[in-house]
């Protein structure tokens, strides 16, 4: 096996530029010695680091902090609006993005109703969606990144396969590279928000964390000693199409009893509209004659009002998904769970089944304790 080859000077730099931002982000203001302490550089690196970026407009200094006992130190911190990002979640019923700072925080949000499954459509509207975002805009952006069900390779952003936007083999990160000029990024979007999560924890970062999306489609974002994972065949965290009913429902995958048929949003209203039509008196039956079908706010109210068609519903669904993040946790022993997507807004009787489940069925010195997550952005399907 060949050894690797020794870093070029270009990745030494830039290895050393990404501690220094790293830390500024994190612990500013700091001062150059304190960058120095943290990263273990060299002070005169740390110096021509900061020089770079104060050149750039992309730190700042403000000011001196407390001196023990020499010259007080001059605190440097990072920029936050110095530049952009366009940040795009491609959702089953609508594309939804918003332009953000470094720091995450929104400056302007935009989304596109999509009708459903169209290779064509679905583009344009992404580009309609991208468009609008950065129309006018005369700071600078870095780039576009882009979230997405399916199985996506991340290093080439291409989607090999979403089934829902009807797209096979899309070269989606070219084709938006040359159309709007700077870098873009395309990821499965349980990736997307693994990593948004573990980059925006602060202090609290976790090395490894799982981060799971239940809506529509399910799927798992896993951030491993601090490097995202996308497995051999670009698929890793699909755990919405692994069978957990034998003999169960027919998915839209074109198999049976996956994940996804008893705990992703559909399924949990599917289960709710046959409860209601079985039992027109309930809170279920009556919204459902009502408004002559019902949503997972439905579900949601129901709930609230004690409904126990729409309790045992819930607490079926997260069971299901207790049962996957049970076996992920016997895999990887990753301690820091995070449920986010449409589902997690049926609140504690869910979180309560998937976390019980969990630990029902991992062993009690690596159970993790899963904490239900609403991500910043306006939330997405």
């Not at 159309?179 to 990593?195: E, F, H, K, L, T």
């Not at 949990?268 to 949503?295: H, K, N, Q, W, Y």
Request: aromatic share 4%; hydrophobic share 45%.
């Amino acid at each position: 096996m060949a050894l690797p080859a020794k870093a070029t000077h270009h990745q030494t730099r830039a290895h050393n530029q990404g501690l220094v931002l790293r830390t500024l982000f994190d612990h500013g203001p700091v001062s150059r010695a304190d960058v120095a302490r943290r990263t273990g550089l060299t002070r005169t690196t740390v110096s021509d680091v900061v020089a770079e970026f104060l050149g750039d407009g992309l730190a700042e200094e403000i000011g001196r902090g407390p001196s023990s006992g020499g010259k007080a130190p001059i605190l440097v911190r990072v920029v936050d609006d110095a530049r952009h990002v366009v940040g795009v979640d491609l959702g089953e019923r609508a594309f939804s993005g918003a332009f953000v700072n470094l720091r995450g925080e929104i400056r302007r949000t935009a989304s596109e109703p999509i009708a459903g499954p169209n290779g064509g459509e679905a583009l344009a509207a992404l580009h309609r969606l991208i468009d609008g975002l950065m129309a006018d805009w005369r700071g600078a952006v870095l780039g576009i990144g882009v979230g997405t069900p399916g199985l996506i390779d991340a290093t080439s952003g291409t989607i090999r396969w979403a089934v829902n936007l009807e797209w096979q083999d899309l070269p989606l990160g070219r084709l938006l590279r040359e159309r709007y000029g700077v870098p873009a990024y395309v990821a499965n979007d349980s990736r997307a928000a693994a990593m948004g999560e573990y980059l925006f924890a602060g202090e609290s970062r976790a090395a490894s964390l799982i981060a799971i999306k239940v809506g529509d489609g399910i799927g798992a974002g896993l951030v491993l000693n601090g490097e995202l994972f996308h497995g051999d065949g670009h698929g890793a965290g699909e755990i919405g199409h692994t069978t957990v009913v034998d003999d169960g429902a027919e998915c839209r995958c074109g198999r049976f009893g996956c994940l996804e048929t008893v705990a992703s949003s559909r399924a949990i209203v599917a289960r709710a509209e046959d409860a209601a039509g079985r039992d027109p008196a309930s809170t279920l039956g009556r919204r459902m004659t009502e408004a002559g079908g019902l949503t997972l706010r439905d579900v949601r109210e129901a709930l609230d009002a004690g409904d126990a068609h729409a309790l045992a519903i819930v607490r079926a669904a997260g069971r299901a998904l207790g049962q996957a993040v049970a076996a992920m946790i016997g895999a990887l022993n990753v301690h820091r769970i995070v449920l986010l997507g449409s589902v997690a807004t049926l609140g504690e009787p869910w979180l309560d089944a998937v976390r019980d489940e969990a630990r029902r069925r991992s062993l009690a010195s690596s159970t993790a304790r899963p904490r239900s997550s609403w991500a910043a952005l306006p939330r997405m399907s």
